[in-house]
Every structure is written in C-alpha cells, then in structure tokens.
T-cell receptor, first 113, second 109 residues
Framework: EPEVTQTPSHQVTQMGQEVILRCVPISNHLYFYWYRQILGQKVEFLVSFYNNEISEKSEIFDDQFSVERPDGSNFTLKIRSTKLEDSAMYFC???????????FGPGTRLLVL | GIQVEQSPPDLILQEGANSTLRCNFSDSVNNLQWFHQNPWGQLINLFYIPSGTKQNGRLSATTVATERYSLLYISSSQTTDSGVYFCAVEYSGDYKLSFGAGTTVTVRA
C-alpha cells in the first residue's frame, strides 16, 4: 500500500539554524499538508499546498516558514531561523483530492537546542 | 474556529474489554477522521467517516452529523491498541483538519 514518507526521522539543530524537512507524498495525490505536534499537545495545522502554491496557512506559519515542491515527488518544509519553540513533531500529509482522506507520514521529530 | 472535544481524556482497559470513545464538534463538518497515534508517534489513519457507520476488524465508528458527534468503538481490546486516539474534522471547505486533544488508551494484559 502506498504511503507518505518523511526524512529525516529525527533532527537536532541549534537555535537560529535553518532546517529543511522532506516529504514524499503518495504519488497520485494532489493536495499536500504540513502539521506539527508539540510534545503532549494536540496536532496543529500549518499549511496546505495545491497546484504549486499555498492554499491555506495558519497563524503559526509565519515568515520563518516556507514550503516548496522542488520536483515531481518531494514536498519540503523549511524553517529559516529555528527557535526553541519550534521543537515538535512535524507531520506531512497528502490527499488525492481536497476533502478526502488525508494520509499522514511517520513524522520528523525536531529538537532545537 | 470549530471546537473539537474528545472524551474521556484517559481510559484504562483490561485486555479483552470493549470501549467507546466520543468526539463532539461544534459546527457542521465536511470531513471527519479518526487516528491512532502509536507509542512511536506515528499517526495511523483509522476511518474517514463524515457520516454513517464503518467497521474495520475490531474497530468501528459511527458519525451522527446532524447531532455533531462521532463514536469510535474498540472491541476485544489488545495491548497493541494502546496509544492516543485523535478525532479530526474539516469544516470550512479549506481542507485543513482541526484535531481534538485525544483520548489516551492504556490496555493492560
């Protein structure tokens, strides 16, 4: 069964450094999403992406964040200058069309020191 | 925004027991999904169920959209069912999921 994959599984970085989290959505899916979960808290929506542009973003998704689909398979989340409070599990998800089942990747656990 | 409330917050079960988890939401929804977060943090999709009833093995779910709630049933629980169960809804046509706080289930052997 096709699944969403994410790399790396864990990343440790210093405050102020840039990080890029990578995702490979399911191949015939058209909608892509990033969510995050701070330890012990609920999962929060960050951004959705369709047709090579952002379709929705939350207030968390400020100028420090960006997303890109650099080729036909990868979907990336970049954090330009990490803060301590960016430490969280970041999930990528995809759906075939909007409003249908969103399938989540295994997550990248980011720790900012 | 929409409010998504899950109950109970914690549930301890003896292996073999049955249980019901509830998700209430404050507005009409277009999409509702149930997830299981395992001890490694992975979110496993259980059901896409904006309305009606579905079954998958020992798990089943019912959403009564007109009354704004959904139920997840776990029958004959096993230790591998332990983890956090999340309900998530999409309500405004923008396809973003809003998650509840989860129900933490512990199944004891």
């Amino acid at each position: 069964e096709p699944e969403v994959t994410q790399t790396p599984s864990h990343q440790v970085t210093q405050m102020g450094q840039e990080v890029i989290l990578r995702c490979v959505p399911i191949s015939n899916h058209l909608y892509f999403y990033w969510y995050r979960q701070i330890l012990g808290q609920k999962v929060e929506f960050l951004v959705s992406f369709y047709n090579n542009e952002i379709s929705e973003k939350s207030e968390i998704f400020d100028d420090q964040f960006s997303v890109e689909r650099p080729d036909g398979s990868n979907f990336t989340l970049k954090i330009r200058s990490t803060k301590l409070e960016d430490s969280a599990m970041y999930f990528c998800a995809s759906s075939k069309v909007g409003g249908e089942t969103q399938y989540f990747g295994p997550g990248t656990r980011l720790l900012v020191l | 925004g929409i409010q998504v409330e899950q109950s109970p917050p914690d549930l301890i079960l003896q292996e073999g027991a049955n249980s019901t988890l509830r998700c209430n939401f404050s507005d009409s929804v277009n999409n509702l999904q149930w997830f299981h977060q395992n001890p490694w943090g992975q979110l496993i999709n259980l059901f896409y169920i904006p309305s009606g009833t579905k079954q998958n093995g020992r798990l089943s779910a019912t959403t009564v959209a007109t009354e704004r709630y959904s139920l997840l049933y776990i029958s004959s629980s096993q230790t591998t069912d332990s983890g956090v169960y999340f309900c998530a809804v999409e309500y405004s046509g923008d396809y973003k999921l809003s998650f509840g706080a989860g129900t933490t289930v512990t199944v004891r052997a």
